[in-house]
């Protein structure tokens, strides 16, 4: 499905990351990745990740670094000429405007969740553009609290909104170019970022209870939603938030 395009992946910080389900089955298909890793003390972990998925790129990503973004951006460009497709599966807010309420959150905390969470990936996009002249897909990973309030996600529902409308608008800017915009939308896991949620391992258990299928999904099978998104198989799709959360989402 992917075969002979190229991908790059944001987001891997062990095993069981999205990022790293997603990039699996990228894998699988085809694709040929470049994957990034955040800091010196994370590529320990994402390294081998990366080799053993035969990662053409292996390279460090700060979001907030311009210049490390530049790098990788040059990287890609001497190696490949091109780029097919991005995942953007990266959230951050600290911990004490996380954890107090929204009302409370500090300028520089709400200014640095969205900086990370939200506009990075329009930064990515911007780099990505020159390098999809056969067209191309940008994708994210988003989570329904931007759609309701859920207990203890706190400022990161309103960050995950402004991502899901930017997601909007990149599409409509973008779309004459061919490229696709897609925000993903999974049920809660038990990942890193999930674990700095206070009583997540209680949220799990409720979309367990009550999802249809009464279960959680899995990162291989938003995997293969990534995959389709980002293959020409899915060039009538742009512009919307798709949840893959086992039905959770449509339960009252």
Not at 22 to 38: H, M, P, S, V
Not at 108 to 131: N, V, W, Y
Not at 151 to 160: C, F, N
Request: charge should be negative; hydrophobic fraction near 40%.
């Amino acid at each position: 499905m992917l075969a002979g395009k190229k991908g790059l992946v944001v987001g891997i910080a062990n095993d069981k990351s999205i990022a790293y389900g997603c990039a699996r089955i990228f894998n699988r298909e085809g694709a040929d990745l470049a994957i990034t890793y955040l800091n010196d003390r994370a590529e320990k972990y994402v390294r081998p990740l990366a080799s053993a998925l035969n990662a053409s790129i292996i390279a460090p990503l700060d979001v907030q670094n311009e210049d490390q973004m530049d790098r990788l951006f040059d990287a890609i460009s001497e190696s490949w000429g091109k780029l097919d497709f991005i995942l953007h599966s990266i959230a951050y807010a600290p911990a004490d405007d996380l954890h107090g309420r929204v009302i409370d959150c500090s300028r520089d905390g709400f200014l640095t969740a969205m900086d990370i969470s939200c506009h990075s990936f329009q930064r990515l996009a911007k780099r990505a553009e020159p390098l999809m002249t056969d067209g191309g897909a940008l994708l994210t990973v988003t989570y329904m609290g931007s759609e309701r309030v859920i207990d203890h996600y706190g400022v990161m529902g309103p960050v995950k909104a402004a991502l899901e409308s930017a997601t909007r608008y990149m599409a409509a800017e973008l779309g004459p170019k061919n490229i696709q915009v897609h925000a993903i939308s999974p049920g809660p896991l038990l990942t890193r970022a999930a674990s700095g949620i206070a009583e997540f391992d209680h949220l799990m258990n409720t979309a367990q209870t009550r999802a249809p299928g009464r279960r959680l999904v899995t990162i291989d099978e938003i995997g293969e939603l990534a995959a389709f998104l980002a293959s020409d198989r899915s060039r009538g799709i742009t512009g919307d938030v798709i949840h893959i959360d086992g039905g959770y989402s449509i339960m009252g």
